[in-house]
């Protein structure tokens, strides 16, 4: 969508600026669809005049004296092939940094080691003390083997 700027807001705009001749025609045209052109309204206080009175015959000659004579400028969207066509380049994403991979340790790419099912299955027949020699490293506290023995009463320990 082309726009209207003030000419020492020029710098910050992205556009193609027409030449004055080619906006005075654009904004001859546009004055019948006046909100279809952005900024026309900041035009408009610019010189004077305001949305009831600008078709006057001596508005329209203030409003087309500040596009010819360069005070504004009227600026079309850049059409940049790298964002996809989108108009104005508002957004033109930075391209994502390498990835620090020096930062990230080594480990970190590597699958853990698999845990130990919670199911131990015994492969013969063997007695409950048997058993709890096996599945403890320490011979357990009294608490545990009560605890131990309450989960598995089948085994006939407890």
Do not use: C
């Not at 001749?21 to 045209?29: E, F, I, K, N, Y």
């Not at 004579?69 to 033109?92: E, H, L, Q, T, Y």
């Not at 099912?117 to 015994?122: A, L, P, Q, R």
């Amino acid at each position: 969508m082309t726009r209207l700027i003030p000419q020492n807001q020029l710098t910050s705009q992205h556009g193609q600026v027409l030449d004055s001749h080619q906006a005075v025609a654009d904004l001859r045209q546009a004055l019948s669809y006046p909100y279809d052109l952005q900024g026309f309204d900041d035009l408009l206080s610019a010189v004077g005049a305001n949305s009831s009175n600008y078709m006057q015959a001596a508005n329209q000659q203030k409003l087309i004296n500040a596009v010819s004579n360069g005070d504004w400028v009227m600026v079309k969207p850049r059409i940049d092939p790298d964002n996809g066509g989108a108009s104005w380049n508002v957004f033109k994403p930075k391209p994502e940094p390498p990835l620090a991979q020096h930062l990230v340790e080594e480990h970190a790419f590597a699958l853990p080691n698999p845990v130990e099912s919670g199911f131990h299955i015994i492969q013969q027949p063997m007695t409950i003390e048997a058993l709890e020699r096996s599945l403890y490293e320490n011979p357990p506290s009294d608490a545990l083997r009560r605890e131990f023995r309450s989960l598995n009463r089948h085994l006939g320990g407890g």
